[in-house]
């Protein structure tokens, strides 16, 4: 079959971590008989120095008409004072495309556990997934500045604490049929609702299921002391973008953690990583975390053997000792050495 991927390396090591993107898929369509069409457009900072916008109707267009989408990273100090900012495009695409739901599972893999901050017997057994509703809360608020104060509004809809809680619930169906909902109903009016909606989705709807209510900042210290207790992990836009990025930290680096943007229609997945600035252009990037994102893209478009070569592909790359520097510092292995030895893999 053929498919076409709008691919949007973006800034940083974004290009990079990009060049994964066409090198594994071209492996997998050489094994699987399929055909896989890649092309590049521009978003973030490369948008902005180019066109004066962080996502040019060019980018949009292309996204809309292709079967997925893949984006590296955006953003980079040299846009921080920029009125334009690199992340206004993202936001923008991710409303544009409606992909509520943002899915992160933590990968584990027992050979880099030194690579974590946490000791091995407190990581033992972890194994869970973020879902984190994209498209509301916080970020997607009214904002505004008057003299001295500002605001930004939180708000949320029934309808959108509903589609996201199913999510998250048939994921839990998938799973150990348990699921945690990161809340702060004990302050926040849009948690008190979020909390009811959720409670009334998982009695009426998924009564299989075993439902759980967490504050976040009590959840943002147990991801460190028992990661293991959860399993499928619920929440609002703020709350779910701190507490992935905490969780990633349990997997020893941001390059080994892949992500996927879905709603009804589209599918949107990257690397859970920034552009890394320091770094760019020094060809040390981790492209791990974008070739998973691919694994996840494969399983999306219901391309499950497709997908599983990809995820032990890595897997084996790891075993190997395949590890660049933020994995193993000094180790030497660059970029495009990960990128070969997975296509080797597959």
């Known amino acids: 079959m053929k498919y076409n991927i709008a691919s949007l390396p973006g800034d940083g090591i974004g290009p990079e971590v990009a060049e994964a993107v066409t090198a594994v898929l071209d492996r997998v369509a050489e094994k699987f008989n399929h055909e896989y069409n890649v092309q590049q457009y521009l978003i973030g900072g490369a948008a902005i ?5 962080a996502l040019p109707d060019e980018t949009l267009a292309a996204c809309k008409n292709a079967d997925a989408i893949f984006l590296a990273a955006i953003g980079g100090p040299k846009w921080d004072q920029s009125e334009i900012r690199p992340e206004q495009g993202l936001l923008k695409l991710r409303a544009e495309l409606g992909v509520y739901a943002n899915i992160r599972p933590l990968t584990m893999y027992p050979q880099l556990q030194s690579a974590s901050p946490l000791k091995p017997e407190i990581l033992a057994g972890t194994d869970f997934i973020i879902v ?15 003299n001295d104060y500002a605001t930004d509004e939180c708000k949320y809809s029934v309808t959108e604490v509903e589609r996201i809680a199913r999510v998250a619930f048939d994921l839990a169906m998938q799973r150990d049929k348990k699921l945690t909902s990161v809340d702060k109903a004990n302050v926040l009016e849009t948690s008190k609702l979020w909390r009811e909606v959720v409670t009334k989705i998982g009695e009426t709807e998924y009564p299989e299921v075993e439902l759980h209510h967490q504050l976040v900042d009590s959840c943002a210290m147990k991801l460190i002391q ?3 207790e959860f399993d499928v992990v619920l929440t609002e836009n703020m709350f779910g973008d701190i507490l992935s990025d905490e969780a990633s930290v349990l997997a020893g680096s941001m390059g080994l953690l892949a992500s996927s943007s879905v709603g009804s229609k589209y599918g949107l997945f990257e690397p859970i990583h920034g552009s890394a600035p320091d770094i760019a252009g020094q060809g040390v990037a981790n492209p791990y975390a974008s070739i998973l994102s691919i694994a996840m893209m494969l399983r999306w478009l219901k391309l499950s053997d497709e997908a599983d070569a990809v995820e032990q592909a890595v897997s084996k790359a790891i075993d190997d000792g395949i590890l660049t520097q933020d994995l193993k510092p000094g180790s030497g292995i660059s970029t495009s050495d990960a990128i070969g030895a997975v296509i080797n893999n597959i």
């Open 226 to 228: 028992s990661p293991s």
């Open 49 to 53: 120095d180019e066109c004066g916008v």
């Open 132 to 146: 984190r509703e994209l498209t509301g809360g916080i970020y997607f608020g009214d904002k505004k500045r008057v």
